[in-house]
């Protein structure tokens, strides 16, 4: 079982700044099967990304996915108040694995 | 717009079965694209897969849970439904299902969920 390991645990930013979130996996990730959401408190997590590098619907541009293999990246290019929350990724499958979280606080 | 709704008992005693309801409207269960899944997050804690099913009644589930889950569904009623037996307070969580679209033939990303029933486990 692929085991996804995000980092950092916390990332402490302002907003305007840019947050680099990342996520490494135990073994390679095929074909770039892997999705980022957002999670807000009190809410249901919202897919970001897909396909590694893909924007669901609606999703503001300032949202970037990138990588293969077994490194991933989530870029949020320049922070607003809303962005400030939970992030995961996800590896795609019969067996979905989250990676355990990355929070984006306010410095 | 497609929409999630969880529903099922908010207390169940340690040793019991939690059982709960996922209703889909806005578009069927019955669609060949998708999978469906419930997941799970303890308080203050990361997401959990417990599993997915298809349409047909095919499932797939957590291995680590999976002498205990029993998904479900119903496509008369656009539900599909999830037991968890033997519960205990580890099993205190919100528990969400979601819609998962089939990829090139895999089981993809989460795209809609439903806004989540927080379940508690005590006696």
């Known amino acids: 079982e692929i085991v996804l390991t995000q980092s950092p645990g916390t990332l402490s930013l302002s907003p305007g700044e840019r947050a680099t979130l990342s996520c490494r996996a135990s073994?390679?990730?095929?074909?770039?099967?892997l999705a980022w959401y957002q999670q807000k408190p009190g809410q249901a997590p919202r897919l970001l990304i897909y396909?590694?590098?893909s924007r669901a619907t609606g999703i503001p541009d300032r949202f970037s996915g990138s990588g293969s293999g077994t490194d991933f990246t989530l870029t949020i290019s320049r922070l607003e108040p809303e962005d400030f929350a939970v992030y995961y990724c996800?590896?795609?499958?019969?067996?979905?694995?989250f990676g355990q979280g990355t929070k984006v606080e306010i410095k | 717009q497609l929409q999630l709704q969880e529903s099922g008992p908010g207390l169940v005693k340690p040793s019991e079965t939690l059982s709960l309801t996922c209703t889909v409207s806005?578009?069927?269960?019955?669609?060949?694209?998708?999978?469906w899944g419930w997941i799970r997050q303890p308080p203050g804690k990361g997401l959990e897969w417990i599993g997915s099913?298809?349409?047909?009644?095919?499932?797939y589930y957590n291995p680590s849970l999976k002498s205990r889950v029993t998904i479900s569904v119903d496509t008369s009623k656009n539900q599909f439904s999830l037991k968890l037996s033997s519960v205990t307070a580890a099993d205190t969580a919100v528990y969400y299902c979601?819609?998962?679209?089939?990829?090139?033939?895999?089981?993809?990303?989460?795209?809609?969920w439903g806004q989540g029933t927080l379940v508690t486990v005590s006696s």
């Open positions: 979601a819609r998962r679209p089939m990829v090139r033939g895999v089981i993809s990303f989460f795209d809609y």
């Open positions: 806005g578009g069927s269960i019955s669609s060949s694209s998708y999978y």
């Open positions: 099913i298809y349409y047909s009644g095919s499932t």
């Open positions: 073994q390679s990730v095929s074909s770039s099967y």
């Open positions: 396909g590694a590098s």
């Open positions: 996800q590896q795609y499958g019969s067996s979905p694995v």
